[in-house]
T-cell receptor, first 113, second 113 residues
Framework: QKEVEQDPGPLSVPEGAIVSLNCTYS??????FMWYRQYSRKGPELLMY????GNKEDGRFTAQVDKSSKYISLFIRDSQPSDSATYLC?????????????FGQGTTLQVKP | ETGVTQSPTHLIKTRGQQVTLRCSSQ?????VSWYQQALGQGPQFIFQ???????GRGNFPPRFSGLQFPNYSSELNVNALELDDSALYLC????????????FGSGTRLTVV
């Protein structure tokens, strides 16, 4: 069993839809939870970062962490064609800026005009 | 200079050869990590360097080695290339102090034939 599970999709939605992306994990020691967006032939770009449980909102993006269920989510409101990309969840233990990130497989999202 | 830069962007090597990939860290960042991303998969942690010393290693054989220089730039060396080494190699820099932030470069696409 992988430490972090993520449905690879692909997920196709019409423009304006609400998108829900999810990851589950098995390591209860994870404390830092991140969502990255990766466009084709580019490196991952940090979208959201959450420490421990709770919600965090940034514009059209909302990240949720439920440590009791070992489940994290990213919601995208009013999705745009420019949101079409691969979304990677990532987690880590320990200090915020050292140590390894454990990534999910990534979910490919296509937003159709 | 801002951002993480990697070179070269693409590389084709023959099985058994050796390769060196390079990374320039974001200004102010003193920690560098390397990740391997196979097609359709999430990035896998190779190792991290801090103050020119290896500071954590993933499940990669010793033929994967690295260096960090006093200016915090870094190299990833892979010896005895195998076909399965074909992947996108990502460099990420961060600061050991300050707020969270792993900044990724656009990667080097390595093809082993």
């Amino acid at each position: 069993q992988k430490e972090v599970e993520q449905d690879p999709g692909p997920l196709s939605v019409p423009e304006g839809a609400i998108v829900s992306l999810n990851c589950t994990y098995s390591n209860s020691a994870f404390q830092y939870f991140m969502w990255y967006r990766q466009y084709s032939r580019k490196g991952p770009e940090l979208l959201m970062y959450t420490y421990s449980s709770g919600n965090k909102e940034d514009g059209r993006f909302t990240a949720q962490v439920d440590k009791s269920s070992k489940y994290i989510s990213l919601f995208i409101r009013d999705s745009q064609p420019s949101d079409s990309a691969t979304y990677l969840c990532a987690m880590k233990v320990g200090s915020s800026n050292t140590g390894k990130l454990i990534f999910g497989q990534g979910t490919t999202l296509q937003v159709k005009p | 200079e801002t951002g993480v830069t990697q070179s070269p962007t693409h590389l084709i090597k023959t099985r058994g050869q050796q390769v060196t990939l390079r990374c320039s860290s974001q200004s102010g960042h003193n920690t560098v990590s390397w990740y391997q991303q196979a097609l359709g998969q999430g990035p896998q942690f190779i190792f991290q360097y801090y103050r020119e010393e290896e500071n954590g290693r993933g499940n990669f054989p010793p033929r994967f080695s690295g260096l960090q220089f006093p200016n915090y730039s870094s190299e990833l060396n892979v010896n005895a290339l195998e076909l399965d080494d074909s992947a996108l190699y990502l460099c990420a820099s961060s600061s050991s102090t300050g707020s969270y932030g792993y900044t990724f470069g656009s990667g080097t696409r390595l093809t082993v034939v």
